[in-house]
């Protein structure tokens, strides 16, 4: 079940490989996640040490917060992942010019995981190649639902 989803990272890059890693979050985030306070579309991953950190991902604390908690809705968020895998994506993202995006956040077996992808940014004009697609396809559904109402 999807938590929250950066649509912008397909509109803005190529998506190449995808990822899935462990978020390390507190306990006022993930209440305000429940409630639905969380937003993605400016987040990005950096590596630090040899560790990935999600920045950018807006959790908003709910009024009910504790008081002794000081809750940050920027925070930066450590990612868990393999050593390997880590040591696979630096190389990518050193060597080739790739950069790291979040996708969306997820339940999965109770836990919050973040899908995270190795990405090249798209240029001007492939931007507009994609719009062009999306419009080509909303317009095809839309004369092919005409065309079957038509006729009934």
């Known amino acids: 079940m999807s938590i929250a989803e950066n649509r912008r990272a397909r509109y803005d890059y190529h998506i190449e490989e995808q ?3 462990g978020v390390v979050l507190s306990g006022w985030e993930i209440k305000a996640i429940r409630a639905g306070q969380v937003q993605l579309t400016d987040g990005y991953v950096m590596i630090k040490d040899g560790e990935l950190f999600l920045i950018g991902c807006r959790i908003n604390a709910l009024r009910s917060a ?12 450590k990612l868990l992942m393999h050593k390997a895998e880590i040591k696979r994506l630096v190389g990518k993202v050193e060597q080739r010019g790739f950069t790291l995006v979040p996708l969306n956040l997820h339940y999965k077996g109770g836990r919050v995981k973040a899908d995270i992808a190795l990405a090249k940014g798209k240029a001007q004009h492939d931007k507009r190649e994609t719009e062009k697609k999306r419009d080509w396809e909303r317009e095809k559904g839309q004369l092919m639902r005409h065309k079957v109402s038509a006729k009934g």
């Open 19 to 21: 990822f899935e890693a």
């Open 66 to 77: 504790s008081t002794h908690v000081s809750p940050e809705a920027d925070r930066t968020k």
